[in-house]
């Protein structure tokens, strides 16, 4: 019995630290900041390419709990211009106002999630990333949000120039 409990044991160690390993080979981590000698939780800041409008990259910084069953909700967003954006990828993109979700990520093994949704404000030629988790903490759905203004982009321009004739 004791013999079956300590094979046990040793192979559920095991598959906890190839978790632990697997997760921190994340290949578009870009930053890693622990938060304390005697704590498992890091801040962890990611690189996301937005794949229907390559010049965005975007900036996710987040709490990863190593051994925990969820990691918390808070987390940030920052994206810039870090290349040519254009009026032929602006057609490419869900403009409804929910927009799309490009980018998702599994939080916790009860159904939370941190998604990242790319939203296009056409009036002010703007396109809003909005991140937040999908289940409520202390009352309240964490999000951040980040907006990538158009101006002095070629899809600013061509669609000014559409829009005049």
Known sequence: MFKKIKIYGSILIL???ALLIFKSFSKNEVGDISLGLF?????????????KISGVTCHIASI???LSLSDPSDSSISCRQT????????ATIDKSKSGEVVFKQSKSIFFKTMKVR???DADNQTLLYLSYTT????GSYKHSL?????WG?????????????
């Open 39 to 51: 704590t498992l939780k890091d801040i962890k800041v990611s690189s996301l390419d937005d794949d």
């Open 83 to 90: 290349g040519d954006i254009t009026a032929d990828m602006l």
């Open 146 to 150: 980040s907006t990538v203004p158009l």
């Open 64 to 66: 990863e709990a190593n």
């Open 118 to 120: 790319r939203i296009y």
């Open 135 to 138: 289940k409520e903490t202390n």
């Open 15 to 17: 598959l906890v630290i």
């Open 153 to 165: 982009t070629k899809a600013y321009t061509e669609s000014k120039i559409i829009l005049k004739n």
